[in-house]
């Protein structure tokens, strides 16, 4: 029997919900999280991190297994899920907790995402707004944010077409756009 190791990839782009929903259908991920990181208050709920005042952002805590998924492939599935030009909130999501940020847990992921965020730039003949960051904690949202588009797929739907998010991915991202 073989062992393979976990690790770890976290993503904030703008809100949770959309980017968990992506991340989850992915072979090889193991399991993704809704959570908050970037900020400086420990412990935060979503009312004090939407509250604009602990500096988090709402992000995702992806556990995968390597020998199935790169970390490659994640952040390809990561950029065709938000705007990385705008540098204001993500779609409907304004403000601070809902910026695009790469947080990574290792130096290979660091040059990676740097690498992958060049190309980004390149192809969209765009300045990149997404920044990249070393990892820090990551704090669990609450259960009702956890796989809310399973649980809840009329209001995430809603949310998911109302926000404009799937329009400005369309045509932002073409084909290559998650749906």
Known sequence: ?????????????????CTQAEFSSTDGVISVTSGYTGGHVPNPTYEQVVSKKTGHAEAVEVVYDPAKVSYEKLLDIYWSNIDPTDAGGQFADRGDSYRTVIFYTTDEQKSQAEASR?????????????????AGEFYPAEDYHQDYHRKNPLRYNAYKYGSGRVDKLEKLWGKEAAE
């Open 1 to 17: 029997m073989e062992f393979t190791s976990t690790q770890r990839a976290i993503f904030a782009g703008g809100c949770f919900w």
């Open 118 to 134: 060049e190309a980004v730039g390149q192809k969209l003949g765009h300045t990149i707004a997404t920044k990249i960051e070393k």
